[in-house]
């Protein structure tokens, strides 16, 4: 299968139109992948919050999702576009941090929305609501298991994912450049712990002054990385081989060594 990240640059003195039509063209120049990955929140920047609401997109119909939606088609590829500050139902519905998946026809066929958010009681943290589901994607090479950024912190999600039959962690981001190096460590621990491949795809540029990490990586089942990309925009190339998946799950069948509900410490 062979997987494109899209590694796009946040830049604030560009309008979020024109960062999409950019991602759209992104995207069709992609046409021979199997599989394309937008980062987290790219049109608005995953901490421009005081852009959240004004910039906020019902589910279905939105201008994301119309530009997303046809880029797909027409470069006939899976599409994981990243995320959309998503409004709820109503007027006044909650926020949430919303991934998109199109298949090659263009419809859409997965969200999630992201279950840790970021910012310790202030940001994202109080301005969004928590999603509550866990998502695959079946495509016809592989299954995908979708997380959003700090989602990445929580191991227990993506072993939930893999028991759900995900063999491809795919992870777009808004990682801030301070703490790049628990990025690719964190990104290659969900490999290796869950014998998957990771498709971890960040932003470039700057959001509302946070300089972002850069460095999407793409990771094989032994941790050992594919790709990585620099600090500004690019775009990543990558084949994943899923048969040679289930071969290193065959012979270094360390999942099936879980020990599962043991007893509560003595206190």
Not at 65 to 86: C, F, K, N, P, T
């Amino acid at each position: 299968m062979r997987a494109s990240l899209i590694q796009i640059a946040v830049d604030p003195d560009e309008s979020v139109d024109s960062r999409r039509r950019r991602a759209a063209a992104l995207v069709r120049e992609q046409s021979g992948a199997d599989l394309v990955v937008l980062p987290e929140l790219w049109p608005t920047g995953a901490f421009a919050y005081d852009l959240f609401a004004a910039e906020a997109e019902p589910l279905v119909g939105g201008p994301t999702y119309e530009v997303m939606a046809e880029a797909a088609a027409d470069a006939g590829v899976w599409l994981h576009a990243g995320s959309i500050v998503e409004r709820g139902a109503g007027f006044d519905g909650p926020l949430y941090n919303t991934s998109l998946v199109f298949s090659p026809a263009g419809e859409l066929t997965r969200t999630y929305r992201k279950i840790h958010r970021f910012g310790f009681d202030k940001g994202e943290a109080v301005m969004m609501a928590a999603g509550a589901e866990l998502v695959t994607v079946p495509l016809p090479e592989a299954t995908l298991g979708l997380a959003t950024c700090y989602d990445l912190r929580f191991p227990e999600l993506f072993r939930g994912l893999v028991d759900a039959g995900a063999d491809v962690l795919v992870i777009p981001a808004g990682w801030p450049e301070r703490r790049r190096a628990h990025w690719t460590l964190l990104a290659r621990a969900r490999a290796v712990e869950n014998q998957s491949y990771v498709l971890a795809v960040g932003t470039a540029g700057t959001h509302a002054d946070v300089r972002q990490a850069g460095h999407s990586i793409a990771v094989d089942p032994w941790g050992e990385v594919l790709a990585e990309a620099g600090s500004g925009e690019q775009v990543l190339t990558v084949d994943l081989d899923l048969t040679g998946l289930g071969v290193t799950r065959e012979q270094f069948p360390a999942l099936k060594d879980r020990v599962l509900g043991l007893a509560e410490p003595r206190r």
